[in-house]
């Protein structure tokens, strides 16, 4: 008879006795995750990045390891009696907000001034950007009654300037625009003293639906870009840069204020972000819409009428399974983007460390004089 033999117990284990012949394919087999608990704090700290999306312009191997704040990035901790009660009108009213979805670094800030970006049609996206820490999968729900409800939120409340944002919804045939637009109408009934900055997904490029909410009539039209051309598979795979452009300038063709932002520190390099602005310029600007007066084809001495408002600001990785941080970027290389930006035709560039699209949108908006730009 064969007998099989005794398995290693744990004290022979500890005292560093090998395992016996298939000990360790038996309890794969039993327990097919990973052994060790949390796989990606055992992965070796060093590996290379080399032939994937992100940071290539150097043959160096890139640390998957979090790396510690600097100084500059010290976002204040949410609290008083002003985050209190928006916090409070967030819940009752039963709204998502990509305040907290996002894990926005100004979560604090904005809610003790009063002001929330509401995220519409879920807190569920289609799409898994590798950046973005809101949760993807299929949304469970539409609830069509969204629209008179967010309207009804606001309304009362004194608010001067409101972003409303949302997931992704591919699952729908419209892409959730008849949501959108009927938000927008509300809102804008309900509030009418209010300006209104919407921030929209592409709609896999339908120009019906993108047509649809340009049209609802916000204050502002904006679409983020989050990263430059190279970085774009990796970073949004379910995106396209030129798609993403396209409706930017299809925003500026339908008269509407245009605004898109973007993420450094992800794997982009400089000469990228100042290759994105001009493209931003060439590629916004030539429409059939209306001019700004200081397009030169009107007389003026502007750069054409391209996308009105770019916003720059620190990639921060969410959780380990998003995308690795390649770089903190210093303040001073911040205010370098703000010139270039400005001196390539774009009429209003918030550019920092903390900047988010919605951060003081109010006064993004203000930026919007015919002084803005020289």
Not at 211 to 238: F, K, M, Q, Y
Not at 323 to 333: E, N
Request: glycine share 10%; hydrophobic share 35%; with cysteine.
């Amino acid at each position: 008879m064969t007998t099989q033999p005794t398995p290693a117990t744990p004290n022979e284990t500890a005292r560093g006795l090998p395992p016996e012949p298939g000990a360790i394919s038996r309890a794969q087999q039993r327990h097919p995750r990973p052994l060790g608990g949390d796989p990606a704090r055992n992965l070796r700290p060093l590996v290379s990045l080399t032939d994937q999306i992100l940071n290539n312009q150097a043959a160096e191997t890139q640390q998957l390891a979090v790396k510690k704040k600097p100084d500059w990035l010290r976002a204040k901790v949410p609290g008083g009696e002003g985050y209190r009660k928006t916090k409070q009108n967030i819940s009752t009213n039963r709204l998502h907000t990509v305040c907290e979805e996002a894990a926005c670094p100004n979560m604090g800030e904005c809610w003790a001034r009063g002001v929330a970006t509401i995220m519409i049609l879920g807190d569920t996206c289609t799409r898994a950007c590798g950046f973005c820490n809101v949760k993807t999968g299929k949304p469970p729900v539409t609830d069509w009654d969204e629209p008179e409800r967010v309207a009804e939120s606001l309304r009362g409340l004194g608010l001067t300037f409101v972003v409303i944002t949302s997931v992704d919804r591919d699952d729908l045939p419209d892409g959730g625009s008849k949501i959108w637009a009927d938000t927008i109408r509300r809102v804008k009934d309900a509030c009418p003293d209010m300006k209104l900055e919407v921030l929209v997904g592409d709609f896999k490029g339908d120009q019906g639906d993108i047509d649809r909410v340009i049209d609802a009539g916000a204050d502002v039209v904006a679409h983020n870009l989050e990263t430059v051309r190279r970085c774009h598979p990796a970073v949004r795979p379910s995106a396209r840069y030129e798609r993403t452009m396209g409706v930017l300038r299809r925003i500026k063709e339908q008269g509407a204020v245009a605004k898109t932002g973007i993420m450094v520190g992800i794997g982009e390099r400089d000469d990228e972000v100042i290759e994105l602005f001009d493209d931003l310029v060439r590629m916004t600007g030539d429409h059939t819409g209306p001019r700004d007066p200081r397009d030169p084809a009107l007389g003026g001495t502007g750069r054409g009428d391209p996308c009105d408002i770019i916003t720059i600001g620190q990639y921060l990785q969410p959780t380990r399974n998003h995308l690795p941080l390649d770089r903190w970027v210093h303040p001073d290389r911040f205010k370098q983007f703000e010139t270039m930006g400005k001196a390539a035709g774009i009429k209003v560039v918030f550019s920092g460390p903390l900047v988010r699209s919605s951060y003081l949108a109010d006064k993004q908006f203000d930026g919007l004089t015919l002084d803005s730009v020289t």
